[in-house]
């Protein structure tokens, strides 16, 4: 063969091993600095309607408002303790935190939003999820003591009134919904379980023990697969249980320091982002078995972020380090190779 076609069956052959290579399942879209902010982010939350994201600047005792048509801060909620969980509910144009220095939960209503009302919890006032069928907060908080017993609270949004107090056995670290079958799964890495509660009667209804790892702080439910995913931190690894019945059906290593978790219904994929400055990526087979993908590079740090399946965005808060100021960087999904 001569050299000519030899290079050109090479070039033919890289060509083809390129295209055939599976796209990256996150590329940065854009990125929103936040200057004059410090310190580390806890959990966001999303006005679609509004196009405005929410996120808990913990070290910077405020929450942050990010207009995301302009892409800057529109409103800093500032005077607070040590903000961590966000919600956001659409039909009253509320924004809810929990305050885990204060110990309470605030809600934020009007434009600018301003405080109008608050419920008294207990220190470590942290993550928490809403039940948009029945009008239902449910809030992890204590969790240091008998002086600061840990506890789900269940919140009436319509009343804001404390609907009920839940006992668990440790700090609840994160809340997800299974809204058709009407439950809440709380992660409480402290003793290693999750805890099931029944919607409806406002009870504990089971507690699923973890064997393949501890630490597991997020959380994160698959309707299609009846699947729970618990990311943990000890070691790394992202572990798969049935929804029924709580049994460990999978698992695979994942990054060091996972602090959130979310399933992508329209790729079935999962994402695990870590605090070592990694979002690692999983695919969801029909047998519900886990296939790792492409992880992606970060920021140490950059722990805490908002999957918006309605949008197919990864909203992931990373800290200001040294003179580098601190930022939103927005990933979009990616199928058949074309940015949704």
Request: aromatic share 6%.
């Amino acid at each position: 063969m001569k050299k000519s076609a030899i290079a050109l069956a090479c070039l033919s052959l890289c060509a083809f091993s390129s295209s055939a290579q599976p796209a990256a399942p996150l590329t940065l879209q854009r990125t929103i600095p936040l200057p004059g902010i410090t310190g580390k982010f806890d959990h966001l939350a999303i006005d679609t309607a509004g196009d405005r994201l929410f996120i808990a600047a913990t070290s910077n005792h405020s929450v942050e408002v990010i207009d995301l048509a302009a892409d800057k801060v529109d409103q800093s909620i500032t005077g607070l303790g040590k903000p961590h969980g966000l919600a956001w509910v659409a039909e009253t144009g509320s924004l809810y935190v929990a305050d885990g220095a204060l110990g309470e939960l605030q809600v934020y209503t009007g434009k600018p939003l301003a405080l109008a009302g608050r419920i008294k919890l207990s220190d470590d006032a942290d993550d928490m999820v809403y039940d948009e069928a029945d009008h239902l907060l449910f809030v992890g908080h204590g969790g240091s003591g008998a002086a600061n017993p840990p506890k789900v609270a269940v919140v009436d949004t319509k009343s804001f009134s404390l609907a009920a107090s839940l006992s668990v056995a440790a700090h609840p670290e994160a809340l997800d919904i299974d809204p058709a079958g009407k439950r809440i799964f709380v992660n409480v890495a402290e003793s290693n379980e999750v805890a099931v509660i029944d919607t409806i009667g406002k009870a504990i209804v089971a507690r699923w023990k973890l064997t393949k790892a501890a630490d597991n702080v997020p959380v994160a439910f698959d309707g299609e697969h009846q699947s729970l995913y618990v990311a943990c931190r000890t070691p790394g690894m992202l572990v798969a249980l049935d929804a029924a019945t709580g049994k460990e059906v999978a698992s695979l290593p994942a990054a060091g320091g996972a602090d959130d978790l979310f399933y992508d219904p329209a790729l079935r994929r999962v994402y695990v982002i870590a605090g070592s400055g990694e979002v690692d990526a999983y695919q969801v087979d029909k047998a519900r078995n886990l296939h790792p993908l492409e992880s992606l590079h970060t920021a140490a740090g950059a722990k805490t972020a908002l999957f918006v399946p309605a949008q197919n965005l990864l909203y992931v808060g990373v800290p200001g380090a040294g003179t580098d100021p601190a930022e939103i960087r927005v990933y979009s999904t990616v199928k058949n190779g074309m940015t949704r």
